[in-house]
């Protein structure tokens, strides 16, 4: 399958200082990618140049088998930033129906885009008396016009409280679903750690780091922690059977590398009778993120 979105051995430098550095990634149609760095890394470098706001210094990109900033890419591309902003005095309404009809699209869809991003009971209120998060659903309902191809949010939750949060995620599953590209530019782990097909992490504009969670906790090797609970009046037993444990009342914590897990979990399983509860705790992304900034000297 043709890729909708191709970066090849992209470069870009700005007064001789590389902000990104021989960059090589491609997103397919329904993947949800997530784009991590630490400010300065090269995420809003790398978005403008595929928005087409920016030109690269070497390499290629091509967004839906176009050049970036074409008529043909921009078609296809919706675009959210972290802070969008709009006319005070419009209502929600009619910030959508202005853009739809930049757009050449039907502007009697405007009130079901409001709908779908949360938003109907307020479109004929003022945008100047929303909230932030409003305002950042408002942003979203215009990147859904046109259904594109491709998706490019950055930091797109900003503002949002947990429960649009979670319907946001909602929205792009379901739009991943039906085959649209998704990159999305976030700080917040926890919820792309759960939320996306495959991650991207920067540093210095360089990528030290892509696959899916499981491909990262292979190749970061960081340990993995397992909490056991016994059953009353066996905590001691379990500690002497597993003299790396340590114990904490009828608690006990153990650490291994990935490659011992199988043999102490079968050294666990051994101890069932006496076990009430057992707890394995993978690497999160946190850690994940952590273990490549630090390898980078940030």
Do not use: W
Request: with cysteine.
């Amino acid at each position: 399958m043709t890729p909708i979105l191709t970066i090849s051995h992209l470069t870009k430098r700005f007064d001789g200082v590389a902000a990104l550095t021989d960059l090589s990634v491609s997103v397919a149609a329904g993947e949800r990618v997530a784009l991590l760095g630490h400010n300065g890394a090269g995420k809003s470098t790398l978005m403008k140049i595929i928005l087409g706001l920016i030109p690269a210094t070497e390499g290629s990109v091509t967004v839906c088998g176009a050049a970036p900033g074409s008529a043909e890419a921009r078609d296809q591309v919706a675009y959210l930033p972290e802070n969008a902003a709009f006319h005070p005095a419009l209502t929600g309404l009619e910030q959508i129906t202005h853009y739809l009809r930049l757009r050449g699209q039907d502007p009697a869809v405007a009130t079901g885009l409001l709908d779908r991003v949360g938003l109907g009971h307020a479109a004929r209120r003022r945008i100047g008396t929303y909230s932030k998060g409003m305002r950042q659903r408002v942003g979203l309902a215009q990147a859904l016009i046109g259904r594109p191809r491709l998706m490019v949010l950055d930091e797109p939750t900003s503002g949002l409280d947990p429960v649009s949060r979670r319907d946001f995620y909602t929205l792009l599953d379901g739009m991943a679903a039906d085959g649209t590209a998704i990159l999305l530019s976030s700080h917040a782990l926890t919820e792309v750690e759960a939320r996306t097909d495959r991650i991207l992490i920067l540093s210095k504009g360089r990528l030290m780091a892509t696959g899916s969670m499981a491909d990262l906790r292979r190749a970061a090797d960081l340990p993995v922690q397992m909490h056991l609970t016994a059953i009353n009046g066996y905590a001691t037993d379990i500690a002497a059977a597993l003299p790396a444990a340590i114990r904490t009342g009828a608690d006990l914590r153990l650490t291994c590398t990935q490659g011992e897990k199988l043999d102490l979990l079968a050294r666990i399983t051994d101890l069932r009778p006496k076990l009430a509860d057992v707890e394995i705790v993978p690497p999160s992304l946190e850690d994940i993120y952590t273990h490549y900034s630090k390898r980078d000297g940030q």
